[in-house]
């Protein structure tokens, strides 16, 4: 069975900065891309940011270019998003995902993923 679990999350003022990261386990965590997508009060899911399954990819929504990075670490099994420049806008509920298939990259919809983390808390003070 595969299990996402994601930790880092807290409060924190804007211009601050936070490191999430997404531990995997029960799968082939190594052969799958891997995205973060964020969820606030009342708005639907929306994409974060991608990365594929060798690293050599990554992708953002442009609400976060050039403030958040994502990267992997294969041989930990664990999927990294670390937040500078944090914004009140971007206070939400951040979730890990793993894509569907197996070495293909694609991102951007929740349907191109088929495992979740439980999320964990992002607020970002003003």
């Known amino acids: 069975q595969v299990q996402l679990v994601e930790s880092g999350g807290g409060l924190v003022q804007a211009g601050g900065s936070l490191r999430l990261s997404c531990a995997t386990s029960?799968?082939?965590?190594?052969?799958?891309?891997m995205g973060w997508f964020r969820q606030a009060p009342g708005k639907e899911r929306e994409f974060v940011a991608a990365?594929?399954?060798?690293?050599?990819?990554?992708n953002y929504a442009d609400s976060v270019k050039g403030r958040f990075t994502i990267s992997r670490d294969n041989a930990k099994n664990t999927v990294y998003l670390q937040m500078n420049s944090l914004k009140p806008e971007d206070t939400a509920v951040y979730y890990c995902?793993?894509?569907?298939?197996?070495?293909?990259?694609?991102?951007?919809?929740?349907?191109?993923?088929?495992?979740w983390g439980q999320g964990t808390q992002v607020t970002v003070s003003s």
């Open positions: 990365i594929s399954w060798n690293g050599d990819s990554t």
């Open positions: 029960g799968g082939a965590f190594s052969s799958y891309a």
């Open positions: 995902a793993k894509n569907r298939r197996s070495r293909w990259y694609t991102f951007g919809k929740p349907v191109e993923y088929d495992y």
